[in-house]
């Protein structure tokens, strides 16, 4: 990972020493509970508590020196980089970083399947570069520069999930990261609480060509229409993926893989060929992320066989659409980390082709949605019927809505006030049942699933 002595990142930061210059650091931390030893710890300001209480701590877990800007009690042999503001310190440090490591970076951005497009470019690059990932989510103005802080030496492509949720973000992560290549996946109504529109969202997503490389590469997909806007901006090279549209990458003959086997078989068709992929991630939306990442990974160098390889072997990411198969052929699919209503409908859709006795949506509450939350939750909630989901539960106080609209469609509907009280859906199961777990982080429905998991092995 990142790494150098105390005097250069507190040059890097226009920062004063307070201790020994002299001693090394590798990598950086914002937790002092996440101190390993040996790191920077950032003494960051924050709404519920400051990371200048925290201090002594980090040092006495080892971190090489603590960030601060304001007077704290240590021990004489501590030492500090004294700064103006930690946050932009952090930022400078990143920026003098990213002038070396990693080699190339590619950032990713879209309103869904950004994590899963990243795992998978990750692994299909990782058959030809030594690859970087940012860890979990870390994609954000926090996250982020720790992620690339821990990059290790040597790296040559660093594949960054780039996220935002207010106008403005994107734009200062990626001149942060300066990306040599920018991948769009698409442009949803999500985090609606900021902005007044789709399209102003696709605005703040194309913030990311602000930090691209003079000469950088475009990724985009050729099946959104915002894409398409904002991506055709690109003065440079611009590749494109799709199913629907003409595209320079495509899947053609998209198909369920046969029982019990989860996930799509298709031909891969590109500018160099095409090549027979059976994915392992179930759905059509992880198709079109295949696709994104393939497009990536073919204009980097890797092989078409290569890059099928890492899409028959790669994993879902933690609840984002898991399958677990549970005693008495019961399915528990995963997508508890988050929602809004496009990603909702599109899970839903993806469910529906599994084999199933009956059809649960255990739903919750998709956040951040604005004035129109109450009419998304009651579409989702129709479309869920429609598509034979009954019961059909609703769990938050949005998905009241959500089992409303469910309810008037003609399907069993319940609705629970949170995860601890849909708990009782466990002991409702029955052999051969199918149930989708999807809802936003806020409602927690992870720990529905530990307890439908607990139900019986998983597999």
């Given at each position: 990972m990142a790494q150098g002595s105390v005097d250069d990142a507190a040059?890097?930061?226009?920062?004063?020493?307070?201790?020994?210059?002299?001693?090394?650091?590798?990598?950086?931390?914002?937790?002092?509970?996440?101190?390993?030893?040996?790191?920077?710890?950032?003494?960051?300001?924050?709404?519920?508590?400051?990371?200048?209480r925290f201090v002594a701590q980090a040092l006495e877990r080892g971190a090489a020196a603590a960030v601060v800007h304001e007077d704290v009690e240590?021990?004489?042999?501590?030492?500090?980089?004294?700064?103006?503001?930690?946050?932009?310190?952090?930022?400078?440090?990143?920026?003098?970083?990213?002038?070396?490591?990693?080699?190339?970076?590619?950032?990713?951005?879209?309103?869904?399947?950004?994590?899963?497009?990243?795992?998978l470019l990750a692994a299909m690059l990782g058959r030809r570069y030594k690859v970087a990932r940012n860890p979990g989510n870390l994609n954000n103005l926090?996250?982020?520069?720790?992620?690339?802080?821990?990059v290790e030496e040597g790296t040559e492509w660093m594949v960054a999930e780039m996220g935002m949720s207010t106008p403005g973000e994107l734009?200062?992560?990626?001149?942060?990261?300066?990306?040599?290549?920018?991948?769009?996946?698409?442009v949803r109504p999500v985090h609606l609480e900021f902005f007044d529109s789709v399209a102003a969202i696709a605005e703040a997503k194309a913030e990311l060509l602000e930090g691209l490389a003079e000469h950088g590469l475009v990724?985009?997909?050729?099946?959104?229409?915002?894409?398409?806007?904002?991506?055709?901006?690109?003065?440079?090279?611009?590749?494109?993926?799709?199913?629907?549209?003409?595209?320079?990458?495509?899947?053609?003959?998209?198909?369920?893989?046969?029982?019990?086997?989860v996930g799509s078989r298709l031909t891969?068709?590109?500018?160099?060929?095409?090549?027979?992929?059976?994915?392992?991630?179930?759905?059509?939306?992880?198709?079109?992320?295949?696709?994104?990442?393939?497009a990536c990974a073919g204009e980097l160098g890797v092989e078409l066989a290569e890059i099928a390889a890492a899409a028959s072997e790669i994993e879902a990411a933690a609840q984002r659409g898991q399958v677990h198969r549970l005693a008495g052929d019961i399915v528990?699919?995963?997508?508890?980390?988050?929602?809004?209503?496009?990603?909702?409908?599109?899970?839903?859709?993806?469910?529906?082709?599994?084999?199933?006795?009956?059809?649960?949506?255990?739903?919750?509450?998709?956040?951040?949605?604005?004035?129109s939350a109450a009419v998304y939750h009651r579409e989702v909630g129709a479309y869920a019927a429609e598509l034979g989901f009954s019961p059909t539960i609703g769990v938050g106080e949005l998905a009241r809505e959500l089992v409303d609209g469910a309810a008037a469609a003609g399907v069993e509907a319940s609705w629970y006030r949170d995860a601890a009280a849909a708990e009782e859906v466990v002991d409702r199961l029955e052999p051969g049942d199918l149930v989708l777990v999807k809802g936003s982080r806020g409602i927690a429905l992870e720990r529905l699933v530990a307890r439908l998991l607990e139900r019986g092995g998983s597999s």
């Open positions: 040059a890097a930061m226009e920062g004063r020493v307070i201790g020994d210059p002299s001693r090394l650091w590798s990598g950086a931390a914002l937790d002092s509970r996440q101190v390993g030893g040996g790191e920077l710890f950032f003494a960051l300001p924050g709404e519920r508590s400051d990371g200048h240590v021990p004489p042999e501590a030492t500090l980089i004294r700064v103006d503001d930690t946050f932009e310190a952090l930022h400078a440090l990143v920026r003098s970083v990213r002038s070396r490591l990693p080699e190339k970076l590619v950032g990713v951005t879209g309103s869904a399947g950004k994590t899963t497009t990243k795992e926090y996250g982020f520069p720790l992620a690339l802080l821990g734009g200062k992560i990626s001149r942060l990261g300066r990306p040599d290549v920018a991948l769009f996946t698409n990724i985009a997909n050729a099946d959104d229409p915002e894409v398409v806007r904002i991506a055709g901006r690109h003065p440079g090279r611009l590749v494109w993926y799709g199913i629907e549209q003409p595209a320079d990458y495509r899947a053609c003959g998209v198909e369920p893989l046969p029982p019990p086997a891969l068709e590109t500018p160099r060929g095409s090549v027979e992929v059976e994915l392992a991630l179930y759905g059509r939306f992880n198709v079109e992320n295949f696709l994104a990442a393939a528990i699919i995963d997508e508890s980390y988050n929602s809004n209503p496009d990603a909702c409908r599109r899970a839903l859709t993806a469910a529906r082709e599994l084999p199933a006795r009956r059809r649960w949506a255990v739903l919750g509450d998709m956040l951040e949605l604005g004035p």
